[in-house]
């Protein structure tokens, strides 16, 4: 399975439009690859390099129950039936970089599972997890840097 985009390219720089300050517009995601068995897709985004800076690993995005037939997802919009889950900004929906510090690493990753989660909106990157538990069979990534103004 692969994970790509056409608003930047692996290991690239985030354009400034998706960070949390500056648009806040989620960047497009190409899907390809997808293992025939799968139901469903899930995606978190996060910031691991968040752990220096505020002690944890800094959610911007889950959203689950995305169609395994979705080849991709357009810049600022979520596949039809898929859903969001609260970020550590305290909100639903994407919540674009923002280091507080120095260049941080983000990465996504997206999962392909056996099952589609009953998950409500609003679930948080633990709950996904803990639903995913089990149910995955392929997973892929795509890193992206940011760095503040």
């Known amino acids: 399975m692969k994970l790509e985009s056409s608003s930047f390219k692996n290991g690239d720089t985030i354009p400034k439009k998706f960070g949390y300050k500056n648009g806040n517009e989620s960047p497009s995601l190409i899907i390809s690859d997808v293992p025939k068995s799968t139901k469903s897709l899930a995606l978190i985004m996060d910031d691991p390099d968040a752990m220096g800076a505020v002690g944890k690993v800094w959610v911007h995005w889950v959203l689950w129950n995305i169609s395994k037939d979705v080849g ?78």
């Open 72 to 149: 991709k997802i357009d810049e600022n919009s979520i596949p039809e039936n898929s859903i969001e889950g609260e970020t550590d900004f305290g909100e639903i929906g994407y919540g674009g970089p923002a280091p507080p510090d120095k260049e941080h690493t983000y990465i996504f990753k997206l999962y392909a599972l056996d099952t589609t989660l009953a998950l409500g909106k609003g679930s948080t990157k633990k709950d996904l997890e803990n639903s995913m538990k089990d149910h995955i069979i392929d997973e892929a990534k795509l890193i992206g840097k940011y760095a503040p103004q």
